[in-house]
């Protein structure tokens, strides 16, 4: 069973262009969240997604960001007009169920904006 | 407002010698807890958990750690460190049966393992 796929891995983005990141959950896994983490920090919580809804986008940035997790496919995480301050590593979790006692994380992106 | 701290931002220790990483928090209802941990360039790692019940709560790769709600500290040990040990360890809050959602992280602590 794989664990939580995130994909690129690193991702290179010119400011002002847009940034794509992908996550996809655990097998049977329909609930994820996503993390930003900037450097020297640790982990803010940004968004909780279930399949095709946004349950709590309490820490999601109001301009620029957006996040989905269609039907079928991955979650993606949406950065439009990417700035030096997105620069982070963003991390995916999921779980099978809202009430799971863990969320398992994956490896995260790194975006470098330069 | 949650919130954890992690008052040691890097540790050295010897490798053998034993390790305690601490964790503080502050929360306004009854907390789950955890302890992560992140290698270089990967992802976290569920090291423990507390929910209710005991509270000294044994974890992955020897790690332990005692909630102790009077002092609101979650601490982690480990009686004899591996040099894979070295790594950067966050501690962190979340609401009760919440799974991943809303997770207050610590800054982290960066240990280091000389040999």
């Known amino acids: 069973n794989a664990g939580v796929m995130q994909n690129p891995r690193h991702l290179v983005r010119r400011r002002g262009q847009e940034a794509r990141l992908r996550c996809s959950p655990m097998?049977?896994?329909?609930?994820v969240y996503w993390y930003r983490q900037l450097p020297e920090e640790g982990l803010k919580f940004m968004v909780y997604?279930?399949?095709?809804?946004?349950?709590?986008e309490s820490g999601m940035p109001k301009e620029r960001f957006s996040a989905e997790f269609p039907k079928e496919g991955p979650s993606i995480l949406r950065i439009q007009q990417v700035v030096r301050g997105d620069s982070a590593a963003y991390f995916c979790?999921?779980?099978?169920?809202?009430?799971?006692?863990?969320?398992?994380f994956g490896q995260g992106t790194r975006l470098t904006v330069v | 407002a949650q919130s954890v701290t992690q008052p040691d931002i890097h540790i050295t220790v010897s490798e053998g010698a034993s390790l305690e990483l601490r964790c503080n928090y502050s929360?306004?209802?009854?907390?789950?807890l955890f302890w992560y941990v992140q290698s270089p360039g990967q992802g976290l790692q569920l090291l423990l958990k507390?929910?209710?019940?005991?509270?000294l709560v044994q974890g992955i790769k020897g790690f332990e750690a005692e909630f102790k709600r009077s002092q609101s500290s979650f601490n982690l040990r480990k009686p004899s460190v591996h040099w894979s040990d070295a790594a950067e360890y966050f501690c962190?809050?979340?609401?009760?049966?919440?799974?991943?959602?809303?997770?207050?992280f610590g800054g982290g602590t960066r240990v280091l393992v000389k040999p």
């Open positions: 979790a999921s779980s099978r169920t809202q009430r799971e006692t863990e969320a398992f």
């Open positions: 097998k049977g896994h329909s609930h």
């Open positions: 997604l279930q399949k095709e809804n946004i349950i709590d």
């Open positions: 929360y306004g209802a009854t907390p789950y």
């Open positions: 507390y929910f209710s019940g005991d509270t």
């Open positions: 962190a809050v979340g609401p009760t049966g919440a799974a991943g959602n809303k997770l207050t």
